[in-house]
């Protein structure tokens, strides 16, 4: 059973940089490819940011493109999203979740298999 566990949300300014961290238990972790999904009030949850389980050509919503590095440990079970020059629109809750194994890089949330519980950000003056 894979559980998956975000840290990192929090209250930040615009202009802020935010690192979300998100643990994956079970095993199987590298086969598997990751994503970043936001969810704002009354929107749907969107993808912002994917890595493939062979960590190449990540997917980014052009919104975030150039602000948001999306990257994985292995080792540690552990992706990441490092996001750079927050804006108010980047608020929301912030999910990961995990497709696999070795499948294709998707950004359709219909298409991932399992979901962490989420963590707030908010982004405010």
């Known amino acids: 059973q894979v559980q998956l566990a975000e840290s990192g949300g929090g209250f930040v300014l615009p202009g802020d940089s935010l690192r979300l961290s998100c643990a994956a238990s079970g095993r199987g972790f590298s086969s598997y490819n990751m994503g970043w999904f936001r969810q704002a009030p009354w929107n749907e949850r969107e993808c912002v940011a994917a890595?493939?389980?062979?960590?190449?050509?990540?997917y980014y919503k052009d919104s975030v493109k150039g602000r948001f590095t999306i990257s994985r440990d292995n080792a540690k079970s552990t992706v990441y999203l490092q996001r750079d020059r927050l804006i108010l629109e980047d608020a929301g809750v912030y999910y990961c979740?995990?497709?696999?194994?070795?499948?294709?890089?998707?950004?359709?949330?219909?298409?991932?298999?399992?979901w962490g519980q989420g963590t707030q950000v908010t982004v405010s003056t």
């Open positions: 890595i493939s389980w062979r960590s190449n050509a990540p």
């Open positions: 979740a995990e497709r696999g194994p070795r499948a294709h890089l998707e950004i359709r949330a219909d298409k991932y298999e399992y």
